[in-house]
């Protein structure tokens, strides 16, 4: 069951259909990798102001904030176990070619992040899904 509101309501209505939460469900899925053309952007811009090299350690750090550890973690668990490492391969090509995994400050990062980064680097996908659900149901 879903509540939905449109621009030309004039109230909450609740929608039963599987249809709309699965349409919802795949513009959602499809959003994560909007965070691609973000940080396109953001790489242009420091390289159009010459700061890239001055702020490179930064901008890596956010790319694993926020592209290695939260994009990925939305995809694992919106996927299927058996199309999570295809789900994945726009996200981390594109941090492949971009990003280090080497960064000064990871440390910043809080412990649960820390420990999804770790297994994130050796590719354990399914646990990362089995821990996010087993948190869901606490």
Excluded: W
Excluded at 98 to 105: A, D, I, Q
């Amino acid at each position: 069951m879903s509540f939905i509101k449109t621009p030309f309501c004039t109230g909450l209505g609740q929608v039963c259909s599987s249809i709309y939460q699965l349409i919802s469900i795949n513009v959602m899925f499809n959003r994560n990798y909007e965070i691609i053309e973000a940080f396109e952007d953001i790489i242009n811009y420091f390289k159009e102001q010459n700061y890239y090299d001055e702020f490179c350690d930064e901008i890596n750090f956010l790319g694993i904030q926020h592209i290695y550890i939260a994009a990925t973690v939305r995809v694992i668990l919106n996927s299927k176990n058996n199309e999570i490492r295809k789900n994945l391969d726009p996200l981390n090509d594109y941090f492949s070619q971009n990003f280090s995994l080497k960064s000064k400050y990871i440390y910043l990062l809080d412990k649960n992040k820390r420990i999804v980064y770790f297994l994130l680097k050796h590719k354990m996908y399914r646990l990362i899904k089995f821990i996010f659900r087993m948190k869901e149901k606490i």
